[in-house]
């Protein structure tokens, strides 16, 4: 009876993934019957919709070459700062609720999983989502991130997809783009924004944001200064210790950005951050019901939980332009210092056992990374658009570990000792791309890039493991351009990841002693479209991705040795949408979202977390945005607005099987959040009411098989004033 039932959902859950996967083949069949209509409405030269501009159109350098959105052939969410701060959005944990196929799994600053279309960062040494700040790569690795102040952007790019060729190894599965405002060479101004907000169950938290931009010499030289002070309070308890808000933290965080034209062809940038957080811990909610958002620390209930976040980040980006190409080099280094305490249960089996409790004490990571690029850009003067470079990164991450105490059913049970490590890796990369226009519609290209990885790791038994991997990745896309607002587009492109080692007690435990690189190869068929006169912009995307020798965990004699080690594949595919319509002057509509189907297709080993058919952890099955922006006047000289947000994510799953724990799958359920705000500008000055997660959503944002069940800051109220001067 069980085999039948077992059967008979199978069964459901096969014609389930062929209904779906023809709903989103007609999707697209529609949307390119759309692309025919426009091509009869508007024509081949596109004036119509040049006539007005009711949406902006944003210029973006994803292919390392400033292009509208609009022209590049790949699925890319592109927001204007401005756009960042109507909708309020602060930190990457906001910015995945507002963008298709972009998810976080997050406990707190700086720890988060990001996943893009299915991969993500949660087992390996290196990074599978690229992270970028203007022209440095930050990606850190796994959960370890650094914690980026979304404040005085010109923009953010979200590149969907394997961006190999132009990114190298750390953008497997996409790449975030985060991109400062250049200093101003002819104008003294800034702004000065302070926010006081009340969370339920918390107290007031109170944020200050100043901008300084500052000409020395006039069209030569200028710095612009941002500064950012938190001090946010909590709203989670530690009953067991008596205190109360545990989770706030204070953060200051300071950027200066110098520019000097020194000519008309040669630029130099210079940028330096220092960046400060501590808190006396995560948003970790473990104790039921969740509505009381209650803490207990593992082993000893009163244990601390403090943290610390810390980074340093230093850039240099000189620029000389040809007559036929522009020259570019960019050095950078960041050094980045964490520290917290991490609490895990977990229950095993039988179903009544006492859960063992994990107390890891005074974790720290410090990295540091020195990496440099050097490429050339044609200036498209012709059909042919090329870059060539090459890139250079030489990283050190120390592990430091006071040790993890055990317990059982409240039974003190002993201390594994610390387990310091030191992993070391020195790479180098060269890349070219080049897109041909063979007609006035019809773009053809490709890129490749040659990789090569060196990496050494220091173990806690005193065993150096060395190294070395290297990789060619390729992409192939084309676009045809049925009018100047009606563009279809195909790619192939292939992503890539090095292989690393594992711990010396893991090997001695039957784990193997290394694991291999793993490659992504994902094909996408997309469309962009402009209609009304550039009222309402549609872009659309197709996507299938396979993924093979999958760094996950592994199982070697239990609980006693988990490893990372290659398990077999998977298989990634899906449809993403974004849509906006300004059907007045004044009132913009939007609505995007995604549906991703990512599951484990087959396995090459035994010792596994997995089985085939286990969705991919850590990827949300759906999610859907919509906004709403409504420009008034509240008086003939008083301009006002009324914004809301609503975003919806659907299920997510984190799998973790073989070593007994009575649920081996854990489930992050549907989320839901609304924001809405409402404000005036009066003269230079500005005030606006806010609120934040309206509908109090106190669901784990995280699906938690350990007692890593995070929670979204609830219900917020708040209000900001700002000055431009």
């Not at 995604?594 to 949300?620: F, H, K, M, R, W």
């Amino acid at each position: 009876e069980k085999v039948a039932q077992h059967n008979q959902r199978e069964r459901m859950n096969m014609n389930s993934k062929i209904i779906a996967k023809k709903t989103l083949l007609a999707t697209f069949v529609g949307l390119f019957a759309t692309t025919g209509a426009v091509q009869q409405a508007y024509g081949q030269d596109g004036e119509a919709a040049r006539a007005q501009s009711a949406i902006d159109e944003i210029i973006v350098t994803a292919q390392k070459r400033e292009q509208r959105a609009f022209e590049v052939p790949m699925s890319i969410t592109a927001m204007s700062g401005e756009t960042l701060e109507k909708v309020g959005i602060d930190n990457i944990l906001d910015l995945s609720y507002a963008v298709p196929n972009l998810s976080v799994a997050e406990l707190g600053p700086g720890t988060q999983i990001i996943t893009i279309r299915g991969v993500g960062n949660e087992r390996g040494n290196s990074s599978l989502i690229g992270v970028y700040l203007d022209e440095t790569s930050v990606a850190g690795v796994q959960a370890s991130q650094i914690d980026l102040r979304v404040t005085d952007l010109e923009r953010v790019e979200v590149l969907k997809g394997p961006q190999g060729t132009l990114y190298g190894a750390g953008s497997t599965g996409g790449t975030l783009r985060f991109i400062t405002r250049d200093p101003e060479l002819d104008e003294f101004g800034g702004k000065l924004d302070v926010s006081l907000y009340d969370s339920l169950k918390g107290g007031i938290s109170e944020e200050v944001t100043g901008v300084l931009n500052a000409p020395l010499i006039e069209d030569v030289l200028a710095f612009r200064i941002v500064a950012t002070y938190e001090n946010k309070d909590g709203w989670i308890d530690q009953p067991a210790a008596s205190r109360e808000d545990i989770n706030d933290s204070e953060l200051a965080n300071i950027r200066l950005k110098a520019l000097w034209q020194a000519t008309d062809a040669f630029a130099i940038k210079a940028m330096a951050i220092n960046h400060k957080n501590s808190g006396g811990g995560l948003n970790i909610v473990n104790l039921e019901p969740r509505e009381d958002s209650n803490f207990v620390s593992a082993v000893n209930a009163s244990s601390p939980s403090d943290f610390k976040d810390d980074y340093e980040l230093y850039n240099l980006t000189v620029t000389y332009d040809f007559e036929f190409a522009t020259l570019l080099s960019s050095s950078s280094y960041t050094e980045m210092d964490k520290l917290n305490q991490l609490s895990q249960f977990a229950e095993f089996l039988p179903i009544g056992s006492p859960p063992l409790e994990l107390l890891r004490r005074d974790f720290s990571v410090d990295v540091e990374i020195f990496s440099q690029e050097i490429r050339l850009n044609s200036k498209g003067n012709g059909p042919l658009d090329w870059t060539v470079g090459g890139f250079y990164r030489d990283a050190e991450d120390t592990i430091t570990d006071a040790g993890t105490d055990l317990a059982a059913g409240g039974v003190f049970l002993g201390t594994i000792p610390a387990v310091p490590g030191l992993n070391t890796t020195e790479s180098w990369a060269a890349f070219g791309d080049a897109a041909y226009a063979l007609t006035e519609q019809l773009e053809i290209g490709a890129g490749v890039r040659y990789f090569e990885d060196d990496r050494t790791t220091l173990d806690a038994s005193g065993v150096t493991l060395k190294g070395s991997f290297d990789a060619v990745t390729t992409r192939l896309y084309a676009s045809y351009a049925f009018s100047d607002n009606a563009k279809v587009y195909v790619s192939r492109a292939e992503g890539f990841r090095s292989g690393g080692f594992n711990a010396a007690a893991s090997v001695a435990g039957g784990a193997p002693a290394t694991f291999d690189p793993e490659e992504l190869v994902s094909y996408e068929l997309g469309t962009k479209l402009s209609l009304l006169e550039n009222r309402i912009s549609i872009e659309a995307a197709l996507f299938h991705s396979e993924y093979t020798d999958i760094q996950v965990l592994g199982l070697a004699g239990g609980l006693a040795f988990v490893f990372t080690g290659n398990v077999g594949e998977a298989e990634m595919e899906g449809v993403e949408w974004a849509i906006k319509w300004a059907p007045t002057d004044t009132l913009t509509l939007d609505f995007s979202g995604d549906i991703i189907d990512a599951e484990i297709t087959s396995l090459n080993a035994t010792g596994t977390s997995q089985i085939v058919g286990d969705p991919v952890s850590y990827v949300p099955d759906y999610s859907v945005s919509l906004g709403a922006d409504y420009g008034l006047s509240w008086t003939d000289n008083v301009p006002g607005f009324i914004r809301m947000q609503y975003q919806r994510q659907g299920e997510t799953t984190n799998t973790l099987r073989g070593i007994g724990l009575a649920s081996p799958q854990s489930v992050a359920p549907v989320l839901n959040f609304l924001n809405a705000s409402i404000g005036a500008d009066i003269g230079t000055w500005n005030v606006e009411l806010f609120g934040r997660n309206l509908l109090n959503e106190d669901e784990k944002i995280r699906p938690a098989l350990t007692g890593f069940a995070a929670q979204a800051r609830p219900r917020t109220i708040g209000v900001k004033v700002g000055m431009d001067f």
